[in-house]
């Protein structure tokens, strides 16, 4: 039993193992050119699919790939705007009835706060 403890030793943080007599797989160098001038080289295995971007490491900038082909654009949609939304729930006519039931309401309790408003002031001047 005594000869399977690890007395002195960190597991998990130190690899005993050695790289002699190990293969690694075949990798290229990706350079990418950033706008503000930057190069960032990346590792890719032999197969894999190199991306056409990749950030900048130094500013953050998207960079390309140096001697490769533009990436496509995509079609962006128009931005929509909250006005856009709501024409496709109601229609102007709509919109105008609700407003003005909305302006009654505010216009009736704006008349309700100005009367409370002078009954309080009356009520003032004859206690005073």
Known sequence: MSDRVLRGTRLGSVSYESDRHTEFAPRLQAIYDCPDGHATTMPFAAEADVPARWECRVC??????????????????????HWDMLLERRSVAE???VLNERLTVLHDQQGRVKAAAKSAERDRKKSA
């Not at 998207?62 to 931005?79: S, Y």
């Open 95 to 97: 919109l105008e009835e």
């Open 60 to 81: 953050g900038a998207p960079g390309l790939l140096r001697d490769g082909e533009q990436p496509e654009a995509k079609p962006t949609k128009p931005a929509r705007t």
